[in-house]
């Protein structure tokens, strides 16, 4: 009998080492070199080039870097072979945002990233009015803080 194609169109990346490298390449187009007030390229004292971040990381950018939608690059992360290779790439953006949570004083719509990108909530707590001090405290005592 005849292998049946499955329908739709074949997958761009077959292996992981593939995906990695793009990965790789979008990271590193996040920065550029710095320039001193001449314009040359700054070193560090051990000769290497001084690197500055001139674009956020985000994963529509790695999605775009990737050269597929935000919505592939996810169901490409449910393989097996791709999981943990996209794992770490996600992991390194949300410690990036995370990082300009510290940093930055608005961080709205990087409070939005999180929540919706990397499953970040807000927790709301359950208080009920009826309770007593004696309930409140117990509840409070039995509590991880």
Known sequence: MKNKHKGGRPRKYTKAEEMQYKI??????????ELNEK???????YGNIKMKQVK??????LALALDMDRKTLL????????FPTIKKAKLKIENYL??????????TGIIFNLKNNYGWKDKIENVNVNTNYEEYLKRVEGSEY
């Open 56 to 61: 956020p990381f985000t994963v529509t950018g």
């Open 75 to 82: 169901n490409y992360s449910k393989q097996d072979e791709f």
């Open 39 to 45: 314009g040359k390229i700054q070193r560090d004292i």
């Open 98 to 107: 995370e990082e300009r949570l510290i940093e930055d004083t608005s961080t």
């Open 24 to 33: 790789d390449k979008y990271f590193e187009s996040c920065f550029k070199p």
